[in-house]
């Protein structure tokens, strides 16, 4: 409390006043007392203040990334982007799969059917649908293969089937790997 009123310095000036004007103890603790309160009073103001400038502080750090999403989407559909591409970008990976497979090819894949690509595998994964980022299980293959074939050509398909099971190949195998090495990790055979 004495560091909250200014330190030892007051507090020892304070009581050599009571003293020398020989203030009786108990008029000293109700002076110290009514000190003590007003000193609470204006920490206690000066915590409101804070929380306000912290809250207004917030408020702003929201309304800016609001603006500057929405500066990012209008850039993007501009571009002929989707406006939900971060949303989709997990759903890159399988496209530039399927992209660099056909480089070379006689049937490479063009920007527009990458993205539309991309869109189409977002729009088939459950998490995708939900609100959240895409993700690739689960994910609904014969809608998405359905729909991509109204956009690529046959070799551009036979490629993305390809990678879709050269990734399922992938998962599996994780799989396996995960569940034989977790009884191993957990159960540390004795020597």
Not at 66 to 74: D, L
Not at 160 to 184: E, H, K, S
Request: charge should be neutral; proline fraction near 6%.
């Amino acid at each position: 409390m004495i560091a909250l009123l200014g330190g030892e310095q007051p507090y020892r000036e304070l009581v050599r006043t009571f003293d020398s004007r020989n203030i009786t103890s108990d008029l000293a603790a109700a002076t110290w007392l009514v000190l003590a309160e007003e000193c609470l009073s204006r920490v206690q103001s000066a915590v409101a203040a804070a929380r306000q400038r912290q809250a207004s502080v917030e408020q702003e750090s929201q309304r800016l990334q609001r603006e500057a999403s929405a500066r990012q989407n209008r850039a993007l559909a501009q571009k002929g982007v989707p406006v939900d591409y971060e949303r989709a970008i997990p759903m890159r990976g399988v496209v530039d799969d399927v992209a660099g497979s056909l480089a070379t090819s006689s049937s490479p894949l063009h920007p527009d059917q990458a993205n539309q690509l991309t869109q189409i595998l977002a729009h088939a994964s459950a998490s995708y649908t939900k609100g959240r980022t895409a993700i690739l299980s689960p994910i609904d293959w014969d809608q998405a293969l359905q729909q991509a074939s109204s956009v690529l050509s046959p070799p551009q398909m036979a490629s993305l089937n390809q990678v879709i099971a050269m990734r399922y190949a992938q998962d599996q195998l994780r799989t396996l790997v995960q569940t034989a090495a977790a009884p191993a990790s957990s159960n540390p055979s004795p020597h």
